[in-house]
């Protein structure tokens, strides 16, 4: 299977685009997750044609509507920004890509606590989102999204890298053409990952495939809607609880197996997981080797045990 494509905002990945003309490398996507994934880089500004080093542009509040403007000439570049994003957030949709990493505090790129300014007025409120962010956002929110900021937290980075593999799965999945059988057959193939993220996804998102099936809506329709609700629900971070939860139904479908030393030394570590004693690789990584050694390996098994690759580093800190 192809690498997963994440769009990537390019000054992150050391190109020298910013407004001063530097870059702003974010080492953990250039080095050491780029083996996992491939990179694709866009910066909007550049993108509409503002040179490199350029004047500082912002966000400014006129009329109850917000702007991109340079505040030292005035000129606004509000509509060519918007027509940029559409085109170009098609254009990442069209070339498969599975989340995007934005530049924090930028105007065109920032997800949040961009500072907006209001005018006649000098300071400024951080609840602005960055227009290019805003668009694409707004038209695909089924692919997950985040800052640069949040990926030096491994919790954050573990969580946000595993939903990209799961939109990963469903869009080769899709490849062949969504069904019926194969949306339901690739839910019950994440129905432990869902469980273990966000507890009401599983049962929510159930819901939602065998309401859209009784109507009679198209599997392709379906499909969309499914990882638009998925995502969302995932939106989340992630706790200690449902995943050692989801650690336990696992060891419940091999405990015939083991004996009761083995069942306990596994409970007893996963316990230790939940109250913060051991880092998730401890008994993932057992459980792992108790599932193989009887003979119970499958999908649901894999897809929650190997949620993000091993070799990303991120297990052995969350």
Not at 127 to 136: D, E, H, K, R, S
Not at 182 to 187: I, P
Not at 259 to 266: A, I, L, P, V
Request: glycine fraction near 8%; include cysteine.
């Amino acid at each position: 299977m192809d690498k997963p494509k994440l769009g990537v905002s390019a000054c992150l990945l050391g190109h020298k685009v910013r407004y001063n003309g530097d870059g702003a490398e974010y080492r953990n996507l250039t080095r050491t997750w780029s083996h996992h994934l491939e990179l694709v880089g866009v910066c909007p500004e550049v993108g509409i044609g503002m040179g490199t080093p350029r004047p500082t542009i912002r966000l400014v509040k006129r009329d109850n509507q917000v702007h991109l403007v340079n505040p030292k000439t005035g000129d606004d570049f509000t509509q060519q920004m918007i027509e940029y994003a559409q085109l170009q957030s098609d254009a990442l949709i069209n070339a498969d890509i599975c989340g995007f990493v934005f530049k924090k505090d930028s105007p065109s790129c920032g997800l949040e606590r961009v500072r907006v300014y209001t005018e006649g007025q000098p300071q400024a409120r951080r609840n602005g989102t960055g227009l290019f962010a805003l668009v694409f956002t707004t038209l695909h929110p089924h692919i997950p999204v985040i800052e640069e900021g949040r990926l030096s937290d491994p919790l954050q980075a573990e969580h946000f890298l595993a939903r990209v593999e799961f939109f990963s799965l469903w869009l080769n999945e899709g490849k062949m053409g969504w069904s019926a059988d194969r949306l339901m057959r690739f839910h019950n193939t994440n129905k432990l990952f869902l469980l273990s993220r966000s507890p009401s996804a599983k049962r929510d998102l159930g819901r939602l495939l065998a309401r859209a099936f009784d109507n009679g809506d198209h599997p392709e329709n379906v499909a969309l809607e499914y990882m638009t609700a998925a995502q969302k629900s995932l939106d989340v971070l992630t706790k200690p609880g449902p995943i050692a939860h989801a650690m336990e139904r696992v060891l419940g479908r091999v405990s015939s197996k083991l004996t009761r030393t083995e069942r306990q030394e596994m409970l007893d570590v996963i316990h230790e997981y939940r109250r913060g004693l051991l880092p998730r690789s401890a008994p993932l990584t057992l459980l792992r080797h108790l599932v193989r050694r009887c003979g119970m390996e499958n999908e649901t098994h894999s897809r929650f045990i190997s949620p993000t690759p091993l070799s990303l580093g991120l297990m052995a800190k969350v």
